[in-house]
């Protein structure tokens, strides 16, 4: 289900990463996305994750966070370290992440505080 995450009044983190996907299985790959989702949720500046993928297999993911310690915390973390190697050598054919500061947002007014809340819950899928 797609949603837009509730972020905090700037300034925050966020991690934009841009990706082809290689021409292989992305079993095991959909399965780690997955697994990284919840690690990231275990972290206490994650603040959320908008993932779209294209049917040419582009796409991008933004992860935001509260602070630039505790992207490098995740950027650390050894399963985190695992999926990394295994996109760099198998699941992708390009990539480019860049980090950046949220100094400003604006849009349209949130949703009701109970379609926000079930729309976060659900979950994303990759």
């Not at 190697?85 to 980090?99: A, N, T, V």
């Not at 100094?103 to 949703?111: I, L, N, T």
Request: with cysteine; net charge negative; glycine share 6%.
């Amino acid at each position: 289900m797609a949603y837009i995450v509730n972020t905090p009044k700037p300034p925050y983190y966020a991690v934009v990463f841009t990706s082809i996907n290689a021409d292989v299985d992305h079993t095991e790959h959909t399965k780690m996305y997955r697994r990284m989702v919840e690690i990231a949720e275990s972290y206490e500046g994650y603040i959320g994750i908008e993932p779209a993928r294209n049917p040419d297999g582009s796409g991008v993911a933004v992860i935001y966070w509260k602070d630039l310690a505790t992207i490098q915390a995740f950027a650390r973390d050894p399963e985190h370290l695992v999926a990394k190697k295994k996109g760099r050598e198998i699941w992708y054919s390009h990539y480019l992440i860049r980090i950046c500061k949220v100094e400003r947002d604006y849009g349209r007014p949130e949703e009701s505080e109970s379609t926000s809340s079930s729309a976060q819950a659900g979950g994303v899928d990759a």
